[in-house]
């Protein structure tokens, strides 16, 4: 049992990296802006980490051996060009260069596939061009790319977890697998784009395990966190629609695909397979079933 | 004419950029920290850019067209793995996105040959590998990455001028050529390395007219602002010994060559030479002479 300090604790990955801490056994410092649900081995910190001064503060009073970091803006349809993803970076380096001061042992950064240059052949670690075409992405990437220089000098361990699409119980509602298991659960029609892309899903719960086991492996670098599998958009959206006994309600090729949307996005998990030793759990069919599942018990939203 | 913003005016850079942006007829609103002398054609505004919405203030006031940033820590021996490196990656971010949010046309940012993975082979904006070793190096690199997204998404023009090994009048007097010859000046004995390295060495106000070339051009991305010739350190000290007839005084070999030089660090310079035009004017014989004599006028150092 080791105590993980977990910044972004509340968030959609963040709730379920909590879930699979304390699985293993790992006692949590939790950070979020506002705190969050009392449980057992869990000690939350309401604390913004954009406030001057705050993450110092925390790193300080807390002197943690371990970190995983998965805060930043992530505001739906947003995120992707804010520049609250400048002050992110500011902050994540700050958190950074903190927990080394206070001789932090080894940290894990949440990355995004958004770092690399798009393109069709599977995204490696080492290999693939990082030529991000987003803000979000460009931000991601430099805040790794000074994370681990501070790292180096520091002589503290850092491993940056590059995260692909995810989905689960309790994605924002207008994600896409969120998005049509709701209106098909609901009896509306859906209208999709053709949905050629292929892009690399993972349960969130996998994700989070792995972000887990990498915490917990002595593994530095850049590590996709990812399934390595292709799956088409339109096998998504049709596994959802036999799911829900909805697919007659999907119109495929009803919306033009987004001009610049890259054809294939499927990530290399060489070294989280084979160095780090994770094999995802949960196949897509039973994922987005229990995602679908979930959402038939939520209160329908306005 | 133009008015160009220069940040970071009262370096060691920056004065020469002063001039050289005065020389082709602009009129220059020039940032430091305390201010500057007073000169035709140019507006001094006393600011400290690492303050909360500084550049945000200025940038709103002036509305520049252009912009050329050499703002920066720079202390001599400590700037290679401070942490101030942090707060210059938030607080270039920070201008270049007022910049482009007061519709700012053009800036250009000064980056740095410790952006690349430092090895023998021509340094080259488009291929070499971009894998600093030191902190500085990587905010460097990093504030590039997130600086070409904003002004990609913003509809502005960034130029990233990648500066190699300067030297000149002005230059800190305990950096190499300064060293040399001042303790050549007065009669001290120097020593150094077997100064077997191999450097790119441009003279200040060379590199200044390129960054001036290079803002007036309409070249985008990284462009190495470099001689594009390698010399030994050796070369040069035993230039400096025949300009002040010292090079009797020189023991190459007296100190250790520090672990981890690099051997050779030259810039690939057809960028600009040939997209921008530039020609370096001052041969290096002649700028060290010029460097010599400008010493050779100041009064003793204590």
Given at each position: ?302
């Amino acid at each position: 049992m080791t105590r993980v300090l977990l910044a972004g604790a509340s968030g959609f990955v963040g709730g379920s990296v909590l879930r699979a801490l304390l699985d293993r056994g790992h006692e949590v410092d939790a950070v979020a802006r506002r705190g969050g649900q009392a449980r057992e081995r869990v000690r939350w910190h309401a604390t913004d980490l954009l406030e001057p001064g705050a993450a110092e503060a925390l790193v300080t009073e807390l002197e943690p051996e371990l970190m995983l970091d998965l805060a930043w803006y992530a505001e739906h349809g947003r995120f992707w060009d804010s520049t609250e993803n400048l002050r992110w970076v500011d902050a994540t380096l700050r958190l950074a260069h903190a927990f080394t001061e206070a001789r932090g042992r080894r940290a894990l950064i949440a990355g995004s596939c958004a770092e690399y240059a798009w393109g069709p052949a599977l995204l490696r670690e080492n290999d693939s061009a990082l030529e991000p075409s987003t803000l979000y992405g460009a931000a991601k990437h430099a805040t790794h790319v000074v994370a681990a220089a501070l790292a180096a000098q520091g002589h503290s361990e850092l491993v940056w977890g590059r995260l692909f699409f995810l989905y689960g119980p309790g994605e924002h509602p207008d994600r896409l697998v969120a998005a049509v298991a709701r209106s098909l659960i609901a009896g509306e029609r859906v209208a999709t784009s053709e949905g050629a892309q292929v892009r690399d899903f993972m349960h969130v719960d996998d994700a989070a395990r792995a972000l887990v086991e990498l915490l917990e492996s002595p593994v530095t670098g850049a590590v996709n966190v990812a399934s390595g599998l292709g799956v088409s958009v339109r096998e998504v959206v049709t596994m959802i629609g036999e799911l829900t006994a909805g697919l007659d309600h999907v119109d495929f090729g009803a919306i033009a695909t987004r001009a610049g949307e890259p054809e294939r996005l499927v990530a290399d998990v060489a070294r989280l397979r084979e160095e780090v030793g994770f094999t995802p759990a949960i196949a897509l069919r039973d994922g987005l079933d229990a995602t679908v599942r979930w959402w038939r018990e939520q209160p329908a939203l306005p």
